[in-house]
């Protein structure tokens, strides 16, 4: 039986998320106060005691979820032995510090320029995102080939399970192609309240900017291998998990594959690491046989 960790993207954060880890763990509190000194600002407070609006700032979201699955697996201490980790989009840099790829300092550095780096990109041209329901991915990669061509773009960006798939471009482009999904039988075209295109073409200024940040950080050699976003298979080498992560703003997030393959790795039992239990609905939902859990 092979455990695989997996950490969860945006989306997860909930207002008082690890406070309790705060309270009742030293090491985790010492990691707190480390982050919130990296940060230059009490991070920590924001997420003990913070509104939903002020927590769904990108600037805050990001690190605050990475944080809290980081400092979760940290606790776990011994019986944190992973055969295999993954995390979904801002996730990715989670499960890297959980595989030692990353340190913690230089893990909560990268989030948090990404997180800036895309709240630029966002500011830059409105764009948004759009859950499409019960449709082939097939054919939603077509009709959304067929916008872009037409110049507007959209682009599959969320494999998350079979069924569920969410497509990311400009506002105009995400419109179009919601109503043309609906007309080829998607069950719900749905546009979520996110604040950009993430996972497409218009995270290319973010992805040129956190190029560099991702260059000169120090990988190191990983404890088990990572399942990445864009090619959803294990990956051990630090020179290819650093060029996979400079590609994921840009690129989808292949999640139904990528445990489609650590199951078909060995993968028995999948550990969610971090606030939430999205990943736990969806790994179901791509391999019911799956034992999915929390810590």
Request: hydrophobic share 45%; aromatic share 6%; charged share 20%.
């Amino acid at each position: 039986m092979k455990k695989a960790y997996v950490f969860p993207g945006q989306g997860s954060q909930f207002p008082g998320m690890g406070k309790d880890l705060y309270e009742t763990n030293a090491q985790a509190k010492d990691l707190f106060e480390k982050a919130n000194e990296i940060l230059g600002f009490r991070i920590s407070d924001t997420m003990f005691s913070g509104t939903e609006e002020e927590l769904k700032q990108t600037k805050i979201t990001q690190p605050a979820i990475f944080l809290h699955s980081v400092i979760l697996a940290a606790t776990l201490g011994e019986s944190f032995r992973p055969d295999m980790v993954a995390g979904h989009s801002l996730g990715e840099f989670s499960a890297l510090v959980a595989n030692k790829t990353l340190d913690f300092e230089s893990g909560l550095k990268l989030v948090y320029q990404r997180a800036m780096a895309m709240q630029k990109a966002c500011e830059k041209q409105a764009s948004t995102m759009a859950a499409i329901l019960n449709l082939d991915d097939k054919v939603v990669e077509n009709i959304c080939a067929e916008i872009t061509a037409s110049g507007h773009v959209v682009v599959a960006a969320n494999y998350n399970c079979p069924g569920q798939l969410v497509i990311s471009g400009s506002i105009e482009g995400v419109n179009i192609a919601c109503e043309k999904l609906k007309a080829a039988g998607a069950k719900r075209a749905l546009v979520l309240p996110v604040g950009g295109a993430f996972h497409s073409p218009l995270m290319e200024p973010a992805r040129v900017e956190l190029q560099d940040a991702i260059t000169n950080t120090s990988f190191n050699h990983p404890i088990c291998p990572v399942y990445q976003n864009v090619t959803a298979s294990a990956v051990i080498s630090p020179d290819e998990i650093k060029k996979n992560l400079i590609a994921q703003l840009t690129a989808p997030v292949r999640w139904t594959q990528s445990v489609q393959n650590m199951v078909h790795d060995g993968a028995t039992q999948f550990i969610e690491v971090g606030p939430g239990k999205v990943l736990q609905g969806l790994v179901k939902k791509i391999h019911p046989a799956a034992e999915a859990m929390s810590v």
